[in-house]
């Protein structure tokens, strides 16, 4: 079996060991033979009830090449990534955006909007700060 880092990522978020249930599903074993971690009385097939949400959000450092193409594609250029657990979409997005410890990577809800029209036209073109030029444009 695969893993991926979305693989992984999913395993931090819930607390379910994949590539663990993943080997053993390879080997033989079904779900329902499998005891749950977790909770040690249930099998592996039981689906968990989760009361959060987690993003991740990936790190763009195009300012340490200035001479690169920011534009996003299908090219990976992240270089690196962060995860965030929040009682509902809004904290765990903020929260993702203040971990990646850049300057102006989170909402700035006080700041200058700008006109719209100019920030929906800046916002056709996917960058690594189109998400917060898009959010300018709906307070605009």
Do not use: H, W
């Not at 250029?77 to 993702?96: D, L, P, Y």
């Not at 006080?110 to 959010?135: I, S």
């Amino acid at each position: 079996p695969r893993v991926s880092r979305s693989s992984a990522l999913a395993s931090k978020a819930t607390g379910f060991p994949i590539a663990k249930i993943a080997a053993k599903l390879a080997v033989g074993y079904t779900l329902d033979e499998i005891p749950n971690d977790i909770t040690e009385q249930t099998p592996a097939s039981f689906e968990p009830t989760l009361d959060y949400v987690v993003v991740k959000a990936p790190r763009f450092a195009f300012e340490k090449f200035p001479s690169a193409d920011s534009t996003l594609t299908t090219t990976m250029k992240s270089v690196g990534e962060a995860m965030a657990i929040g009682r509902n979409f809004t904290e765990a997005f903020q929260k993702a955006l203040r971990s990646l410890e850049k300057k102006g990577s989170q909402f700035d809800f006080a700041g200058p909007t700008g006109d719209k029209d100019e920030l929906l036209r800046v916002a056709e073109r996917p960058t690594d700060g189109r998400v917060n030029t898009v959010m300018a444009a709906i307070r605009a």
